[in-house]
T-cell receptor
Framework: ELKVEQNPLFLSMQEEKNYTIYCNYS?????LYWYRQDPGKSLESLFV?????AVKQEGRLMASLDTKARLSTLHITAAVHDLSATYFC???????????FGTGTSLTVIP | DAGVTQSPTHLIKTRGQQVTLRCSPK?????VSWYQQALGQGPQFIFQ???????QRGNFPDRFSGHQFPNYSSELNVNALLLGDSALYLC????????????FGAGTRLSVL
């Protein structure tokens, strides 16, 4: 059974601190996605990583993919309150026909 | 340009009833996927529709069925509702050529009593 695991599940961090969320998956997929979800809202696409070694950055967030280790990281630099949300990673079946999501990391940034 | 729209936003049903949820994809998108998101969990893939046919299906029972219309809009039907079907149901649309780029709707919150 394909598994997508994230850790930590819950993260409380102070503003201006750095932290990393990890996403491990059990399939051989070369494609990994990061989404953000605010409470009661839908999913917002953050990053699409399509190859080994891919690195993408947007503001205080940077995502990377190591397909050999089946690991992706989402690094948060100098956290601000606006980053508080739940972050999900997902992989697909390499054809875009079926997606598998992790259980999410609930991030709270404390002033 | 309207994004992915879903209706209704909230729905309350009782066990054993049937429900239909609706989704209009983003303009120009021809592929629609449905997900179930239980409280505190990640979305789980139900199925994907393209060219009015179910192309891929996740691990959901036959009580869950769908349809895609010629205008690419889609419906999700759930029969014989169980308490465990209570969840946020999300629709995502994409282009067949770039299926990995999905846009999600705001979802329908279904409560089964």
């Amino acid at each position: 059974e394909l598994k997508v695991e994230q850790n930590p599940l819950f993260l409380s961090m102070q503003e201006e601190k750095n932290y990393t969320i990890y996403c491990n998956y059990s399939t051989t997929s070369d494609r990994l996605y990061w989404y953000r979800q605010d409470p009661g809202k839908s999913l917002e696409s953050l990053f699409v990583l399509l190859s080994n070694g891919a690195v993408k950055q947007e503001g205080r967030l940077m995502a990377s993919l190591d397909t050999k280790a089946r690991l992706s990281t989402l690094h948060i630099t100098a956290a601000v309150h606006d980053l508080s949300a739940t972050y999900f990673c997902a992989v697909d079946d390499n054809a875009g026909n079926q997606f598998y999501f992790g259980t999410g990391t609930s991030l709270t940034v404390i002033p | 340009d309207a994004g992915v729209t879903q209706s209704p936003t909230h729905l309350i049903k009782t066990r054993g009833q049937q429900v239909t949820l609706r989704c209009s994809p983003k303009s120009g998108h021809d592929t629609v996927s449905w997900y179930q998101q239980a409280l505190g969990q990640g979305p789980q893939f139900i199925f994907q529709y393209y060219e009015e046919e179910e192309r891929q299906r996740g691990n959901f029972p036959d009580r869950f069925s769908g349809h895609q219309f010629p205008n690419y809009s889609s419906e999700l039907n759930v029969n014989a509702l169980l308490l465990g079907d209570s969840a946020l149901y999300l629709c995502a649309s994409s282009l067949s050529l770039t299926k990995n780029i999905q846009y999600f709707g705001a979802g329908t919150r279904l409560s089964v009593l």
